[in-house]
T-cell receptor
């Protein structure tokens, strides 16, 4: 089946620095790319998303970039804080016209004070 | 309060037993899902259900079956649990917009299943 590759699986950064997570997808028809944050014992929650008609989106210290040619998208967290420590998942729609999402394998981000 | 509600939060059972998990969404969405999250935190879709159309991930064993009475409810039944079924089962919902595009998933709090 379709896959979404996510790297790195573990990421440790110093407080105040930026963190970047990269994902690649297989289906060129995918058109929706959300990012979810999951804190320990909690459910995944949407933090930002981007659609295929955009290359860049920014909100509250989060930046997502989409390179459709390379089938690659990324999340950048600027000025990280300890509260950003969590599991992050990228996802891509299974194919254009489909409501299903395929998730990456997750990145465990730890922000060290 | 509008959200996705799952019960129970935890369930411990023995191999071979049957279990059922409930999920209800009050978001007015038309599509519901079951995801399995294993000990490595991998999120794997098991089922999606939209307008009485069930889409099954072909890797899901037959002992798993979804049950829906209406678009706000999607329960999960496991006929005879195996040790490898130990995981967190996450229910989610979204609005399919007529199937034109994927939309934001809203997850429930999950049911943690432990099979002894």
């Amino acid at each position: 089946g379709e896959q979404v590759e996510q790297l790195p699986s573990i990421l440790r950064v110093q407080e105040g620095s930026s963190a970047s997570i990269n994902c690649t997808y297989e289906n060129s028809a995918s058109n929706y790319f959300p990012w979810y944050k999951q804190e320990p014992g909690e459910n995944p929650k949407l933090i930002i998303d981007i659609r295929s008609n955009m290359e860049r989106k920014q909100t509250q210290g989060l930046i997502v970039l989409l390179d459709k040619k390379a089938k690659r998208f990324s999340l950048h967290i600027t000025d990280t804080q300890p509260g950003d420590s969590a599991m992050y998942f990228c996802a891509a729609s299974a194919s254009s016209g489909s409501w299903q999402l395929i998730f990456g394998s997750g990145t465990q981000l730890t922000v060290m004070p | 309060e509008t959200a996705v509600f799952q019960t129970p939060n935890y369930h411990v059972t023995q191999v071979g037993n049957e279990v059922s998990f409930n999920c209800k969404q009050t978001l007015g969405h038309d599509t519901m899902y079951w995801y399995k999250q294993d000990s490595k935190k991998l999120l794997k879709i098991m089922f999606s259900y939209n307008n009485k159309q069930l889409i099954v991930n072909e890797t899901v064993p037959r002992r798993f079956s979804p049950q829906s009475s209406d678009k706000a409810h999607l329960n999960l039944r496991i006929k005879s649990v195996e040790p490898e079924d130990s995981a967190v089962y996450l229910c989610a919902s979204s609005s399919s917009l007529g199937g034109r595009s994927a939309e934001t998933l809203y997850f429930g709090s999950g049911t943690r299943l432990t099979v002894l």
